[in-house]
């Protein structure tokens, strides 16, 4: 069978794992290169994307790395050029990365804002702006923004908000460029992962905490990383040809629940809740 992404390039930024286990952007990394495409690995640390590397070349696959803050104009734009000077083209962007920052609008301070924004919004800004012409002398492309359900619901009090207003405002983009960008066959999507367990989501989290999380969504079970790059990959192909704009929830149900849906999978009455 003809692999899915043969002759694809792909770029994914936060590429690297940033502890034990998989991230998002590691597993998305690998599941493309599995299905034959090409892909630049960036991250702005060298230690956390040399392991993705690793496994993609002991599986067969081709990549390539940079690192850098992509957070800069420019650190974007060499990355994208480097992208097309290894492989001499770019057919897929996936903008993966991602940082959380707690607080409400009373203990968030003026750094967690604009960091936020910086890291979950402007990196997909600058990628976006030097992949595009690539993509624009093709008349193709697929580019895969990682959002986050926490954009549309607040999943507990302890909701980590800059991160969730970053990630709100990820959803806008995306939607506004799949219609500035399509006439080029340009298609751009999200990926709003749920209560996922990966290293970023479940730092700190207690076994209490996990099952909780894994009883409050329909299917009764805890997503990975993995579940997150099958979606990326769907959309990095043409079988998702004709899918623009779309914000694809990966959540096990959370976001089609409400918390009187759930009481009898968490154990709850509705008397005891009360």
Not at 93 to 111: I, P, W
Not at 118 to 127: A, D, E, P, W
Request: charged share 20%; with cysteine; glycine share 8%.
């Amino acid at each position: 069978m003809k692999a899915r992404l043969s002759r694809k390039v792909a770029v994914i930024t936060g590429a690297g794992s940033s502890s034990d286990g998989i991230g998002t952007g590691q597993a998305i990394s690998i599941a493309l290169a599995r299905e034959g495409c090409k892909v630049l690995l960036v991250d702005i640390d060298s230690e956390r994307v040399a392991n993705t590397l690793s496994i993609i070349e002991a599986e067969g696959g081709s990549a390539q790395v940079f690192t850098g803050d992509i957070t800069q104009e420019i650190v974007a734009k060499e990355m994208i050029n480097y992208a097309v000077s290894c492989f001499g083209t770019l057919d897929i962007l996936v903008n993966n990365l991602g940082v959380m920052f707690y607080g409400d609008v009373l203990t968030a301070s003026e750094h967690d804002w604009e960091e936020s924004y910086r890291l979950n919004v402007r990196s997909m800004i600058y990628c976006s702006k030097y992949a595009i012409p690539v993509l624009e002398q093709q008349k193709q492309g697929s580019i895969i923004n990682l959002s986050s359900s926490l954009a549309l619901r607040a999943a507990s009090q302890s909701l980590p908000l800059p991160y969730s207003v970053a990630k709100g405002a990820v959803i806008s983009l995306t939607t506004t460029m799949a219609v500035q960008h399509g006439k080029d066959s340009i298609r751009v999507n999200a990926i709003l992962p749920g209560l996922l367990r990966t290293p970023m989501a479940t730092k700190g989290l207690s076994q209490d905490e996990l099952e909780t999380r894994r009883k409050s969504v329909p299917l009764q079970t805890q997503g990975d990383a993995w579940d997150v790059a099958m979606a990326a990959v769907f959309l990095a192909s043409d079988e998702s040809k004709w899918i623009t704009g779309v914000v694809l929830p990966v959540d096990g149900g959370m976001l089609v629940t409400t918390p009187l849906s759930m009481l009898d999978s968490l154990g709850l009455t509705p008397d005891s809740s009360s």
